[in-house]
C-alpha cells in the first residue's frame, strides 16, 4: 500500500517536471519564432525599390554635359547614360576616365560619370542612414557568357552576402543596342 | 519516541518541500513580470513602428504631392516640385484643422540632394511639453524613403527629375 501511494507521489512530480520543461519550450519557441518587425521588412524593400527608381530617372543637370554635335544636354542616369556607357564600355577604362563616348559630364565617360554620381547619392542617403548596400550594374551581352559589370560594385559596409538578411529592389532592365542592362540595389542591416 | 522524531522528520521535510515551491513561484512571478515589462515596451515600440510606416504611406501618396499628368497613373516615389513649393503653405494653414487627424504628432521633411539642396518642412506637429516644462515625447522614430523630385518648371520640353529623400519622425 505504502509502496503504490510513494508511485503515485512520483508519477505526479513527474507530471510536474515534464508540465514546467513544456511550458519552458513554449517560451523558447515563441522567442525563436518571433518575425521581424513588418515595419523593418516594409522599409528596407521599399527604400531598395525607391532608391533605385529615383536613381535611374534622375536627370543630370550638370552643365557641362554635352551629346550629339557637343550640344548641352540633361541626360538620364538610367535611360541615357546607362545605355551609352553600355555601347561605349569597350572604350572605357579605369585610368583612361576621359575615352570616347557620346555622353560626356565634366569631360568624363558616361561610365565614369555614372559611377561617381551614383557613389555620392548613395552615399548621402543610404550611407547617412548607416545601412549596408551594394549597387551594380551589369551588361549582358548576347555574344558572350558571363554578364559584365559596367559600374560599381558600389559597396559600404562589407555589402550584403546571401547569409544575410537582405532585400533587392529589383532588376530594372533596360534594352538597349549593346545588350541588356540590369541594375540591382541590395539592402541590408 | 522512535515515531515522534519520524514524524518531526517528516515535517522538516514538508516545510522545505512547501518553502522551494514557493521559492520557484516567487522567480516564476519575477520572471513573468520582467517578461511582460519587456513584452510591452516592445509592443510601445511595434506601434509606434506601425504609425510611422502609416504615415509615411499616406505622405507617399498623398495628391498635394504625388507626381500627376492628367487622368495617368500617378508616378510612385515621385513629389511634383511645383506642388511641394506650394504645400508648405497648404499644410500650415490646414494643419489643425485638417492634416493633425491625418498625420498626429510628427514631422515631415522633404531633402534634395541632386542638384540642389533644399529642404522643404512641410509638417511639423510637436507633443505639447508636460507641465513640468520637460518634453511631450519620449520616443521618436523616423523613416526614410528616397524620392523622386519632378521638375516641370525649365526650359526644356521633358520634365526634370532630381534625387531626394522623404523624412518622416513620429513621436510617441
Known amino acids: 500500500m505504502i509502496n503504490r501511494k510513494r508511485a503515485q507521489v512520483e508519477i505526479i512530480g513527474l507530471v510536474i517536471i515534464v508540465i514546467l520543461i513544456a511550458l519552458g519550450m513554449l517560451f523558447m519557441a515563441q522567442f525563436a519564432l518571433k518575425e521581424d518587425a513588418k515595419k523593418k521588412i516594409f522599409t528596407r524593400k521599399g527604400l531598395a525599390y525607391s532608391t533605385m527608381s529615383s536613381l535611374m530617372k534622375t536627370t543630370i543637370s550638370d552643365q557641362s554635359c554635352s551629346g550629339t554635335y557637343q550640344k548641352w544636354v540633361q541626360p538620364q542616369l538610367g535611360k541615357d547614360l546607362l545605355e551609352d556607357c553600355a555601347k561605349n564600355y569597350d572604350y572605357y577604362s579605369v585610368d583612361d576616365p576621359d575615352s570616347y563616348s557620346l555622353y560626356k559630364c565634366q569631360g568624363l565617360h558616361s561610365c565614369h560619370f555614372a559611377n561617381q554620381l551614383i557613389k555620392k547619392l548613395l552615399n548621402e542617403t543610404l550611407g547617412e542612414w548607416n545601412k549596408k548596400y551594394v549597387f551594380q550594374v551589369k551588361l549582358i551581352r548576347a555574344q558572350e557568357d558571363k554578364p559584365l559589370t559596367i559600374v560599381g560594385p558600389i559597396k559600404v559596409g562589407g555589402g550584403c552576402p546571401r547569409s544575410k538578411d537582405r532585400d533587392v529592389s529589383g532588376l530594372f532592365p533596360l534594352h538597349t543596342d549593346a545588350g541588356l542592362i540590369e541594375s540591382n540595389l541590395y539592402l541590408c542591416d | ?172
Not at chain 2, 511634383?80 to 504645400?87: S, Y
Not at chain 2, 494643419?95 to 522633404?110: G, H, P
Request: a negative charge; proline letters at 3%; aromatic letters at 16%.
Open chain 2, 1 to 172: 519516541m522512535l515515531r515522534k522524531k519520524n514524524g518531526q522528520a517528516r515535517m522538516n521535510e514538508t516545510i522545505a518541500i512547501v518553502f522551494i515551491f514557493f521559492v520557484l513561484i516567487l522567480f516564476g512571478i519575477m520572471f513573468f513580470y520582467q517578461y511582460q515589462k519587456i513584452a510591452i515596451k516592445e509592443k510601445n515600440e511595434e506601434l509606434l513602428g506601425n504609425r510611422a510606416m502609416d504615415t509615411t504611406l499616406k505622405t507617399l501618396f498623398l495628391p498635394e504631392l504625388i507626381c500627376t499628368k492628367g487622368e495617368a497613373e500617378p508616378e510612385d516615389n515621385c513629389f511634383d516640385l511645383m506642388k511641394l513649393r506650394h504645400a508648405e503653405k497648404t499644410f500650415t494653414a490646414h494643419l489643425n484643422d485638417y492634416y493633425y487627424e491625418l498625420f498626429s504628432f510628427a514631422k515631415i521633411t522633404v531633402q534634395e540632394i541632386y542638384p540642389g539642396n533644399k529642404t522643404y518642412i512641410l509638417y511639423d506637429k510637436e507633443k505639447p511639453p508636460l507641465e513640468d516644462g520637460s518634453s511631450g515625447w519620449t520616443r521618436k522614430e523616423p523613416t526614410y524613403f528616397v524620392v523622386t523630385l519632378k521638375d516641370e518648371n525649365n526650359t526644356e520640353e521633358k520634365s526634370n527629375y532630381g534625387f531626394g529623400y522623404i523624412n518622416i519622425e513620429v513621436y510617441s
